[in-house]
């Protein structure tokens, strides 16, 4: 048995789905030993453009709705295909080009300190397969339509790149476990699922709610708490459900000030 075979949990769109497995095995053990410099090429099937073409072409006008200006920035400097699954290696010249940044390929989730500890030597660990075909507005893990349009479209604005780089260079002082996770919460509602006040609308700057077209047109609904890391250090989330609670900054750039100051102080 290869280290790369996927196990998908009980309740998995594709857990059934025997060409799903067989190919989430294949995309799995071809990302395994990539490089920055030359992410492992894919052939992705037309179903898989189709899925990718579907969603982005959902999210597109959310984006212009929802996000703040300065990820759409990053959406235009990176500009992304509409109409088929870009290569991890396409989009990691492209971003070194424009912050530096590189993308590396992984098979799955990597453990906490991989993930974080890659992102302080600005490289981005990005998983490569698609999510199932049936749901092509769902999936329970991070596929890469998570990566590429809510964290590479982000990784190409230089003022969100730098608050990656930052909760990477925090996540080395990290001294234990417990630190870790309250380090990974700030990042789970800031960069995953933040939210800024911009133009009198609430808009967002987080992957998980830029690439999410069900959790993107509700998250003006949530409760808001005013934005300060430190609580959120201490709040804990469901992974599996919309997030009732999102804390607010006043403006893209309060949040971006407040979190560098953070992030800096984190550890020391
Ligand atoms: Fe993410």
Redesign the pocket.
């Known amino acids: 048995m290869s280290s790369s075979r996927v196990a998908l949990p009980i309740d998995h769109p594709g857990v059934t789905d025997d060409g799903y497995l067989a190919r989430r095995n294949e995309i799995a053990a071809a990302s395994i030993g990539g490089s920055p410099v030359s992410p492992p090429a894919i052939v992705y099937t037309p179903a898989e453009d189709d899925v990718w073409r579907t969603v982005s072409a959902a999210l597109s006008p959310l984006h212009a709705e929802y996000a703040v200006d300065e990820y759409r920035a990053g959406v235009v400097a990176l500009s992304l295909p509409a109409d088929r699954v870009p290569q991890l290696s396409w989009v990691s010249e492209r971003l070194d080009a424009l912050t530096g940044w590189r993308v590396r390929a992984v098979p799955g989730l990597v453990p906490i300190r991989t993930f974080y500890g890659s992102l302080s030597e600005r490289t981005f660990l990005s998983t490569q397969y698609v999510r199932h075909p049936s749901v092509p507005f769902y999936t329970p893990e991070?596929d890469v339509i998570?990566?590429m349009i809510?964290?590479a479209n982000a990784l190409a604005s230089p003022r969100l790149a730098a608050l990656y780089e930052a909760a990477g260079r925090a996540s080395l002082r990290a001294s234990t476990d417990a630190q870790m996770e309250e380090l990974s919460r700030v990042f789970w509602f800031t960069l995953?699922f933040g939210v800024a006040w911009e133009a009198g609308q609430l808009r967002t700057y987080g992957?998980?709610l830029l690439s999410s077209f069900g959790e993107i047109q509700s998250f003006r609904a949530s409760a808001l708490e005013s934005f300060d890391p430190a609580a959120m250090s201490r709040r804990t989330y469901d992974i599996t459900a919309f997030q009732d609670v999102l804390f607010a900054a006043d403006s893209f750039a309060d949040a971006e000030r407040s979190l560098h100051d953070y992030l800096d102080r984190f550890g020391r």
Request: proline fraction near 12%; aromatic fraction near 0%.
């Open positions: 991070p998570h990566e809510g964290h995953e992957a998980g």
